[in-house]
C-alpha cells in the first residue's frame, strides 16, 4: 500500500548511494530513466481532480498519434483493468497532447496505471488515493528546470529534483507534491520533459502553479491536465485558476501572474460557495505578497498585496503558499496586512482570525543577495538556502507544517488548528468595496499587460493565437 513509493524511493536511494562510490562521469540511477527516451519524452504529469475519486492525466504523443487512454487497475500485473478514453489537444508546435480524466476512484487503494498513446504503452506506475481527511504533501517552489545550453538537456536540474524527491519519498509518507511555480525557468517542453522523466514524479498527485518563468512559454498551457479550470475575463496565455478538494482541505490555485483581482475574486467566490463545509482553505500561487526580502521586488510585493490581500481576508483564506523570492519565509497571522496574532516556531495558533503566508526557498537556486525581513515575518533563514523542503500534514483537526534542511533535519513548524464554532472575521464594506475597485484597475492592466505577452511571445517565436492569449 503505501509502501510502494517507499520501496521504490529505497530502491532508487541504494542505487543512488552505489552511483555516488563510483568515480565521477560514471552512469548515475538517473540516466537509466534518461536514456528511455521513448518515456522521458511522454512527459507523464498526474494532476489532482476535482477531488480525491479524481485524478489528472497529461502526456505528449507525436502528432501522428490521435487516440489516448490510461489503463488503470488496482492489481500490479494490470489484471481487471479498466481503459479510460481521454482527449488529444494540439500543441501548436507539432505534437499532440493526451489529457484523461480517471473518476470513481475508491479511497485508500493503491492503483496502477500505464499511459496509452495509439498503439505504444507507458511503463506501469502506481499511486495512492487517501482514506480518510488526512494526508500530507511535500510543498517547494522554484524548482527551475533549466535547459543547460553547454549540454543541450535539462540533466543537471531534472537530476536534482529527483534526488530530492527520493530523499523525500524515503523519509516521509507523502500523498501530493504542492509546487508553487517557476517549475522550469523559459516555459520549455524539454524542460517539463525533465520535470517528470523520474518514476517517483510520476507516483505523486503533482499540484502546480504557474510562475512567471512558466509563463516565458507556452508549453505549461499544454503540458499540464488541471480540475476546475477557471480563465475569468482575462486570463495568462498559459491558463487560468484552478481549484480542488482533498480530505477537509479546498485548495485555490491562483495564477498570480494576472493582475485581474476581479477574475481571482469571482473565481475565489464560486469555488468557497461550492465547497462551503470544508473546514480549511489553502491558496497556492507563485509571486510571494509578505516575504518583502527583496528590496527591488517590494512594489511588486506592494501591488499584489492592494489587489489580493482584500480577497484573502474576505474569504477567510487560512494559509497562502507561494515562492518566487526564493527566500523562505513564514508570517505572523496577518489581516488586513496587520498582524492579528502572533505566529512562534514550534508554536500553535487556534483559530486564526487572519491568513498566514508562508514563501518557501528555491529547489537548487539559491540567490546572491542580501535579505531583509519585515516585522510581519515571524520565521525566516539568515540564507537564502536552497536546501530545503517543507512536509504539510493535513487533517480535520489540524494543518502542520515542517520545514527540513536537507542532510540537517527539522528547522520549523507551525500549526494551525480550528474550533468547529469559530467565525472568522468579517471584512468591512469599505475595505471590501476599495479591494473590488483596485481588483477592477488590476483588470484593466491585466489586459494590456497580456497584449504585451501576445507581443513578447510572437516575438520570441512561440505560435500564439491573438484571442486566446489575450482575453
Ligand atoms: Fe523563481
Ligand atoms: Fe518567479
Avoid at 491536465?225 to 478538494?245: C, H, K, R, V, W
Amino acid at each position: 500500500m503505501k509502501n510502494t513509493k517507499k520501496v521504490l524511493s529505497i530502491f532508487l536511494s541504494v542505487l543512488l548511494l552505489c552511483s555516488a562510490v563510483v568515480p565521477a562521469g560514471a552512469v548515475s540511477v538517473w540516466d537509466i530513466y534518461w536514456s528511455d527516451t521513448e518515456e522521458a519524452a511522454r512527459g507523464i504529469i498526474m494532476q489532482p481532480g476535482k477531488d480525491e475519486s479524481e485524478r489528472n492525466f497529461s502526456w505528449y504523443m507525436p502528432e501522428s498519434v490521435t487516440d489516448c487512454f490510461v489503463e488503470i487497475s488496482l492489481n500490479p500485473l494490470m489484471l481487471s483493468s479498466e481503459k479510460i478514453e481521454g482527449d488529444v489537444t494540439d500543441d501548436r508546435h507539432g505534437n499532440n497532447v493526451a489529457k484523461v480524466t480517471v473518476s470513481e476512484l475508491e479511497e485508500g487503494k493503491t492503483y496502477y496505471y500505464t499511459c496509452i498513446s495509439g498503439d505504444s504503452r507507458s511503463d506501469v506506475y502506481s499511486f495512492e488515493t487517501v482514506a480518510g481527511d488526512s494526508f500530507s504533501a511535500l510543498y517547494m517552489s522554484d524548482i527551475h528546470i533549466t535547459l543547460n545550453e553547454e549540454t543541450g538537456d535539462t540533466k543537471d536540474t531534472a537530476f536534482a529534483f529527483a534526488d530530492l524527491l527520493a530523499e523525500v519519498t524515503l523519509k516521509h509518507d507523502i500523498n501530493m507534491i504542492l509546487s508553487a511555480g517557476d517549475q522550469a525557468t523559459d516555459g520549455l517542453l524539454t524542460e517539463y520533459q525533465g520535470l517528470t522523466f523520474s518514476p517517483l514524479s510520476r507516483s505523486l498527485t503533482f499540484a502546480t502553479a504557474i510562475g512567471n518563468h512558466d509563463r516565458k512559454g507556452i508549453a505549461y498551457k499544454y503540458f499540464t491536465n488541471l480540475p476546475n479550470e477557471d480563465e475569468g475575463m482575462i486570463s495568462s496565455p498559459q491558463g487560468g485558476n484552478y481549484y480542488f478538494t482533498k480530505g477537509e482541505v479546498l485548495f485555490l490555485v491562483i495564477d498570480s501572474n494576472n493582475a485581474s483581482a476581479t477574475d481571482h475574486r469571482n473565481f475565489i467566490k464560486k469555488a468557497v460557495s461550492e465547497n462551503e463545509d470544508l473546514k480549511w482553505r489553502v491558496v497556492m500561487m507563485h509571486h510571494d505578497l509578505y516575504g518583502g526580502s527583496i528590496e527591488h521586488r517590494e512594489s511588486e510585493n506592494e501591488l499584489l498585496r492592494m489587489i489580493l490581500s482584500p480577497i484573502f481576508d474576505e474569504f477567510n483564506i487560512d494559509l497562502v503558499l507561494t515562492g518566487h523570492s526564493h527566500h523562505y519565509s513564514i508570517s505572523h497571522v496577518l489581516y488586513n496586512g496587520e498582524i492579528a496574532q502572533e505566529l512562534e516556531n514550534g508554536g500553535t495558533v487556534n483559530n486564526a482570525e487572519g491568513t498566514v503566508y508562508m514563501v518557501s526557498a528555491s529547489v537548487g537556486r539559491a540567490r546572491d543577495e542580501e535579505g531583509v525581513y519585515s516585522e510581519r515575518i515571524a520565521i525566516g533563514m539568515e540564507d537564502f538556502n536552497d536546501k530545503l523542503y517543507n512536509i504539510i500534514d493535513f487533517s480535520e483537526d489540524a494543518i502542520k507544517v515542517t520545514s527540513y534542511e536537507r542532510g540537517e533535519g527539522e528547522f520549523a513548524s507551525f500549526t494551525l488548528t480550528k474550533d468547529d464554532d469559530f467565525d472568522a472575521p468579517e471584512i468591512s464594506f469599505f475595505r471590501k468595496l476599495i479591494g473590488q475597485l483596485l481588483g477592477a484597475f488590476g483588470t484593466i492592466y491585466a489586459f494590456f499587460n497580456n497584449i504585451g505577452r501576445y507581443h513578447d511571445l510572437t516575438e520570441d517565436g512561440f505560435n500564439v493565437d491573438f484571442f486566446e492569449t489575450v482575453f
